[in-house]
DNA sequence: TTTTTTGCAAATCGTTTGCACGCTG
DNA sequence: CAGCGTGCAAACGATTTGCAAAAAA
């Protein structure tokens, strides 16, 4: 066993902001929740390490964690989401496959200079945001109807 | 009983083109699928109308109307998701408000432009995107919780 | 007639909630 | 000590799946 290192700086500054989080709003520290801030700070692939933590304050804490804008909360209006730690995460978009569902990562900078410029003349502070592109991969395109594809392709795009 | 009047221009645009998905894939054109289709071109809320359709099936077909690009599917990786018909669809995006979970529409005729761009030097053909801004609405920033707010949105927007 | 589809009901899966007990401030 | 938080198990709601009956090609 190793003798417990300093934390680095990242994962205090996370608990810095999570502690006054929960004091503007009165809540309370408790070891759950720090222990699943740990594990997002850690980058624990879907928090392994806390099957100590019921199912149910996992949810409750991601909430908290969303709200207080350390975890990236993505859906639209549906009941499921797609949790991501804010903390390192190179803002990245997506293309999605229509055919075989494939994803495709991409990365632009001046995305999170638009996403400012959108928010400029209204009322509304962007945190962070999410783009998905679904359109028709390279393997889909080529496929057996490419034809028919193409054509649906070209209808959509004018 | 009404006799049947002829159809719209766009539904039998749509229809058309479901018809030659249908048999570019050799599956069938059933009742069941033309009425789930009518309900869409017809902007029906929900489908109520399409009750005598089973969910099964309703979902089955959803699926087809996506790959032929008739209908948005907009999730990220969850399997819950968000249907909506590209018909007359004005091309819009969203911010949500992580606070209190609204949702505010917005339209930038720009971001079409930028989606084909994106995908210019790959091999991937798009055929719409979904771009949703997350932050706080000027409701949430005006809280009680103003002064913490506004410092996570500075540090986050840096 | 052959193959695809449908409807039903059961199975999943992520997420939420009510409640009694436990812990933080 | 007063609340807030937790675990559990049941409730939920969207989506999927197996299977036998029904419909399209």
Redesign the interface.
Known sequence: MISTPALPPESSTEAK?FE??LR??KLKLTRERKAILAAIARKAPHFDAENRVSRATVYRTLNLL????LV???????????YEA?HGREPHD??I???CGK??D?Y?TDLAA???D??QD?????????????????DC?TGA?EK???E??A???T
Chains 1, 2 share one sequence.
């Open positions: 902001r006054a989080f503007a709003k969303v709200q207080c804008g990236q909360k993505n859906s639209l209006g549906s009941s499921h989401a797609c804010s997506h293309m496959c229509l055919q994803v495709f991409f632009r638009l996403q400012n959108l928010c209204r009322v509304f502070a962007p945190l962070y945001h999410n783009l998905q592109i679904f359109g028709l991969c390279a395109i109807d028919f594809i193409r649906q392709v209808r959509i795009n």
